[in-house]
């Protein structure tokens, strides 16, 4: 769902998961919005579109899809697909899939994803349905959620159990923080967790890659009976639908990319650049914080990052205990500062955490975290964090220039000096069980028509100049600017970004490229 900077990959720092994992306003425990739903239609199933599809495919591409309710007003299917798209008489897979059809003049289907990699779209849609998408949009298409490939109900990536997970990623290093013993010692865990991974996902990792799942959305296309793909991806999902429009640019229908990742920068860019864009939004907080007057800090901007910063410092010095027994690091309190900056509307929640830490209550900072790491009750309530593992560290090429990642520590300690103390480490996919088979590199789409990319200005997890970098290496990319806070630009309340989005998707209206909103 999200990345972990309690783990503190070099090159898994990189795609922070987007809308489902943390951009949603807290309410109440935390994150929750379950919209009421109309009455459901009765269940169409459409021909699948087999149009030039090879004979070899032709099992998965020929599938005719078999919905049963799964909530008022969805319903739901499973789609079998190749393990290896490369050798697809292998063995299969099961992709998960959720429907909410049209509530009125039917224009096709409309796939999502929520981001991560590793979130769950079929979570999102069936529980969140208007805040994936508009009404307007609700009413003209068949919004569709998938798990992709290794997450969720779909055939999964599986690691560790509850407890184990509790110790990756809550655990304290018993060594000094930066020292030999202390990189080891993250190497340690990192080599357990992915020996565990290796050993119980029945050999799926190899071929848990956006390539392929891409190659699955074109597929899940063809069984819904849609002759092109309308898609709006989030955050991570803007390279998914990126790569997906570069493989099948033909098929490429409406695609709206919001929150983009920049396909062309390396692991170490993508991470500092994230580090810079965290510390602008928690700089963003803290003026606000401090203008609220409820602030637990004082000063000016400069003056509260410092005292944030020697928060950190003093809870890494002296962990902080949770009524459960559980210490609250420096790792673990940054995770729940990091969850809350992807929404002005959690900034509150981040002042209550903050203001407990500094009186030695960590429970609001372990429910900021928990929720961060999908966790509920002492138990995980998905496998997001195995499966953003799994991606990245198949996606990302390794690096291992010396000088490229003196550069990167360089670039994070001047840029974004409250955070770059608990930012880098180990890179857990150095000890992979499998290496890389990604690239990094420019995405033009060539002949897949105009593509809107929708960035928002002070985006904490994927930085505006990503949005813009995108939209200009695509063919026909078409940048919406989105001027404000927090994670991802469509569906937040900008009139003027919603319209833009819904006009293209309704009456395929393409906007004036650098819409500023």
Not at 142 to 168: E, H, L
Not at 280 to 300: E, H, I, K, V, W
Not at 310 to 315: D, E, K, R
Not at 341 to 370: H, I, K, M, N, R
């Amino acid at each position: 769902m999200n990345d972990r900077p309690t783990s503190r990959f070099r090159r898994a720092a990189a795609v922070i998961a987007g809308l489902a994992a943390a951009s949603v306003a807290l309410s109440g425990c935390l994150y929750a919005l379950i919209p009421e739903q109309a009455e459901p239609r009765p269940s169409v199933t459409y021909p699948p579109d087999t149009e030039g599809v090879a004979a070899e495919l032709l099992p998965y591409y020929g599938q005719t899809l078999v919905w049963t309710e799964c909530g008022p007003g969805f319903d739901c299917t499973d789609v079998t697909a190749p393990l290896d798209w490369e050798n697809p008489g292998g063995a299969e897979i099961t992709l998960s899939v959720v429907r909410h059809q049209a509530t009125g003049e039917r224009l096709g289907s409309l796939l999502t994803n929520p981001g991560g990699p590793g979130s769950s779209g079929v979570e999102v849609v069936r529980d969140s349905l208007d805040f994936a998408v508009g009404a307007d949009l609700i009413d003209a298409y068949d919004v569709i959620g998938f798990d992709p490939r290794g997450v969720g109900a779909s055939t999964a990536v599986t690691c560790f159990d509850a407890a184990d997970m509790d110790d990756y990623l809550y655990g304290i290093p018993s060594a000094p923080r930066g020292t030999a013993e202390w990189e080891a010692e993250l190497l340690q865990r990192h080599k357990a967790f992915a020996d565990a991974c290796e050993a119980n996902s029945d050999g799926i990792l190899p071929y848990i890659t956006t390539v392929n799942s891409a190659r699955d959305m074109d597929l899940i296309r063809a069984v819904l009976g849609d002759k092109q793909l309308n898609y709006i991806g989030y955050s991570y999902g803007t390279f998914l639908g990126a790569t997906y429009a570069s493989l099948f640019p033909a098929k490429a229908g409406r695609l709206v990319l919001d929150g983009a990742i920049d396909p062309a920068v390396s692991g170490l860019d993508v991470g500092a650049t994230q580090a810079l864009g965290f510390e602008s939004a928690l700089r963003a907080y803290m003026q606000d914080c401090l203008d609220s007057g409820q602030c637990p800090f004082n000063g000016t901007v400069d003056e509260a990052m410092a005292d944030l910063g020697a928060l950190l410092a003093s809870v890494d010095a002296e962990p902080l205990e949770n009524g459960d027994g559980r210490m609250l690091g420096a790792d673990s309190l940054m995770t729940g500062i990091i969850a809350a900056l992807y929404s002005e509307e959690s900034w509150s929640y981040l002042t209550q955490g903050l203001d407990e830490a500094l009186q030695g209550d960590p429970s609001t900072a372990f429910v900021l975290a928990d929720y961060y790491n999908s966790r509920e009750n002492g138990t995980y309530v998905d496998n997001s964090g195995e499966a953003f593992r799994a991606y990245n560290c198949m996606d990302y090429p390794v690096e291992d220039d010396p000088a490229a990642e003196a550069a990167y520590e360089a670039k994070i300690a001047e840029g974004a000096p409250t955070i770059a103390p608990y930012w880098s480490g180990p890179d857990s996919c150095e000890v992979w069980p499998y290496p890389p088979t990604g690239t990094r590199g420019e995405i033009r789409a060539e002949g897949a028509g105009p593509i809107l990319v929708v960035g928002t200005t002070n985006d904490p997890a994927t930085p505006y100049a990503w949005s813009e970098s995108l939209a200009a290496q695509l063919e026909e990319g078409v940048l919406i600017t989105r001027e404000g806070e927090g994670h991802t630009g469509y569906n937040k309340g900008n009139i003027c970004v919603d319209e833009a989005v819904e006009d293209f998707f309704l009456q395929d209206v393409v906007p004036e490229d650098g819409l500023r909103c």
